[in-house]
């Protein structure tokens, strides 16, 4: 699985264009694609080329002599819209190059530029249109023995999407790249493109991804990779933070201590699931799964490693102490920690839990005091 990203720059800034790709590849992106919308942008493709961590595929619309400039610049894919390069010769020609060099072509179908002929011919906006379209294209590279292909459908409408996807992986073999588009600035974006997806992923249908964002790309990337990272399709390269949601048992604004520790530990390549949780009456226990964790109560940080609590710590120093512990188990391993647990932690997060629930009950957050007075309400 393989996550690909857009650059935002005119291709033809090449050091611009060359920057974000490599911050694009720090973030987990795989594939950048880079506009290639005239001849200076084709002429830019020449240099980033070569000196690029990444492959670059070439966005063609409109001009096929622009994707021959590209296949010319060493591009290693194409994208060619089949809405706006209709003719079938001009389509056949660039297939016939990219086949001679070896060049893999995206059939990149997008409902917003779909052939208005292919669409009359399919009741409008439907996933069969979207489908006959990517189809009608692969028939013409094919009749020049071209079948290096990559596919997408996508739309901006999320079940219009998924659907076009479901009906495309039916029809054909062909790998499938994944992607909402246009779906706009996060949350909003994220939430679209992870309903379309990660609904499809789910499935087992999608070889490469894209977040089509408003935002800077590098947000793409981080999604795309914590996407595939949660569904198992990836190995975590970096941080998972989970914490939990907080509520009336909570002794810390867990909002913060999440916050400061994201802050703290991103960056340092530690690919550990930590756990920020309100209180150490159910955060070791919710949270046994993550690698390490740390959990409040009375005035204290109760680190935990695999649900074994290992250091108590002062409160102010909880998330220094979790950065410490998380270098200590990449240096050490899980089982050294667990092993070398500070004497008594365990028993002083007993107590602590045992005080808390004295004090606050089983039921912290007074539901069955609501409930009962609701009941009197309603008679
Ligand atoms: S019970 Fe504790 S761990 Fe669970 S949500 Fe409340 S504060 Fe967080």
């Known amino acids: 699985m393989s996550v690909q990203s857009m650059t935002t720059t005119r291709t033809a800034d090449v050091e611009a264009t060359l920057a974000q790709i490599y911050a694009l590849a720090g973030s987990g992106v795989d594939i950048v694609r880079c506009t290639c919308n005239d001849e200076e942008a084709a002429e830019g ?49 660039v297939a016939r190059e990219a ?130 990272e949660s569904l198992g399709l990836r190995e975590r390269r970096g941080l998972d933070l989970i914490a939990c949601p907080s509520c009336g048992r909570a002794e810390v604004d867990v909002i913060k201590v999440a916050s400061d520790a994201q802050a703290a530990l991103d960056g340092r390549g530690i690919p550990l699931q930590v756990a920020v949780m309100g209180c150490v009456v159910n955060g070791p226990g919710e949270a046994r799964e993550a690698d390490l964790g740390i959990a409040a109560g009375r005035g204290r940080g109760h680190l935990f490693v695999k649900g074994h609590v290992v250091r108590v710590v002062p409160e102010d120093e909880m998330v220094a102490a979790l950065v410490e512990e998380a270098e200590r188990i990449m240096t050490d391993g899980i089982e050294a920690r667990v092993a ?30 609501r409930i009962k007075r609701m009941r009197e309400i309603s008679g």
């Open 340 to 369: 070398a647990a500070q004497a008594g932690a365990e028993e002083i997060a007993a107590e602590t839990r045992a005080e808390m629930l004295a004090a606050q009950g089983l039921d912290p957050n007074h539901s069955d005091d």
């Open 99 to 228: 086949g001679d060099r070896g060049v893999p072509i995206r059939i990149g179908v997008n409902a917003g530029s779909l052939d208005p002929d292919v669409a009359t011919r399919h009741g409008g906006l439907t996933p069969e249109a979207l489908v006959a379209s990517a189809m009608h294209e692969l028939d013409l590279f094919r009749e020049v023995g071209f079948d290096d292909v990559k596919i997408s459908v996508k739309a901006s409408n999320v079940l219009l999407m998924i659907e076009a996807y479901r009906l495309l992986a039916e029809t054909t073999d062909h790998p499938l790249h994944l992607g909402v588009t246009e779906a706009g600035p996060p949350p909003q974006g994220l939430v679209k493109s992870t309903a379309g997806i990660g609904a499809l992923l789910a499935e087992g249908i999608g070889d490469t991804i894209r977040y089509s964002l408003t935002a800077d790309p590098v947000e793409e990337g981080r999604a795309g990779r914590t996407l595939l």
């Open 45 to 93: 493709l020449a240099h980033i080329v070569p000196r690029s961590p990444v492959p670059i595929v070439a966005d063609i619309h409109f001009q096929y002599r622009l994707a021959l400039a590209a296949l010319e610049a060493g591009v290693h894919a194409l994208r060619l819209n089949p809405g706006n390069i209709r003719k079938s010769e001009q389509i056949k020609i």
